[in-house]
């Protein structure tokens, strides 16, 4: 699992506060990800990272921002959360053999 | 958008038989993965395929790449009951390598 975790693992929140999600390696992995995870929709990627205070944007990033201070740590922030961004987030990295190892996942409820 | 569609959507077989799934996508890539995921868990990578190669084994799993049809396939040999999950396809095709998801074939193994 490359010593991914997640956390927090459940959090139910309100409609229009900010979320934090935080994601830590262990790996030295160059390279991680954000993900949701909804039902029909597979995973679908949010935002990714390509080095410290290196992002970009993945095809759902809209209302959600992401920053790399430190290489093993990639937090991904909900602005202002909807009921549409209740969801599983997974963070996952990349080693250089070009596997993608996932964390435990966060299961979110936005109400 | 996804990029790759897995085709059964669900496929329900008795233990012992075989498995086929398989993975649809649009662009080109530089190489096509295979997950797996258990109910409420994370993704666990199966086996990576090249986009130069066109056929790979892992103990009972292969996988077969036609780049020219835009497809692959996962085959399970021999099922069992441990082997009751979502499978999903991935392809990469970024300089970051990100992933692009399909929304998965839900294997059910009867025992």
């Known amino acids: 699992d490359a010593g991914i975790t997640q956390s927090p693992r459940h959090k139910v929140t309100e409609t229009g506060t900010p979320v934090t999600l935080r994601c830590h390696q262990t790996?030295?992995?160059?390279?991680m990800y954000w993900y949701r995870q909804d039902p029909g929709h597979g995973l679908r990627l949010i935002h990714y990272?390509?080095?410290?205070?290196?992002?970009d944007k993945g095809e759902v990033s809209d209302g959600y921002s992401v920053s790399r201070s430190k290489t093993e740590d990639f937090l991904l922030t909900l602005e202002s959360a909807t009921s549409s961004q209740t969801s599983v987030y997974f963070c996952?990295?990349?080693?250089?053999?070009?596997?993608?190892?996932f964390g435990p996942g966060t299961r979110l409820l936005v109400l | 958008s996804q990029q790759g569609e897995e085709d059964p959507q669900a496929l329900s077989i008795q233990e012992g038989e075989n498995a086929t799934m398989n993975c649809s996508y649009k662009t080109s890539i530089n190489n096509l993965q295979w997950y797996r995921q258990n109910s409420g868990r994370g993704l666990v990578h199966l086996i990576l395929?090249?986009?130069?190669?066109r056929e790979k084994h892992s103990g009972r799993l292969r996988v077969t790449l036609d780049t020219s049809k835009k497809s692959s396939s996962l085959l399970i040999t021999a099922s069992r009951a441990a082997d009751t999950a979502s499978y999903f396809c991935a392809t990469e095709s970024g300089s970051a390598r990100q992933l692009t998801f399909g929304s998965g074939t839900q294997l059910t193994v009867l025992p």
């Open positions: 790996e030295n992995h160059r390279y």
């Open positions: 990272s390509y080095g410290v205070k290196d992002t």
């Open positions: 395929i090249r986009s130069n190669e």
């Open positions: 996952a990295t990349t080693d250089s053999q070009e596997t993608q190892y």
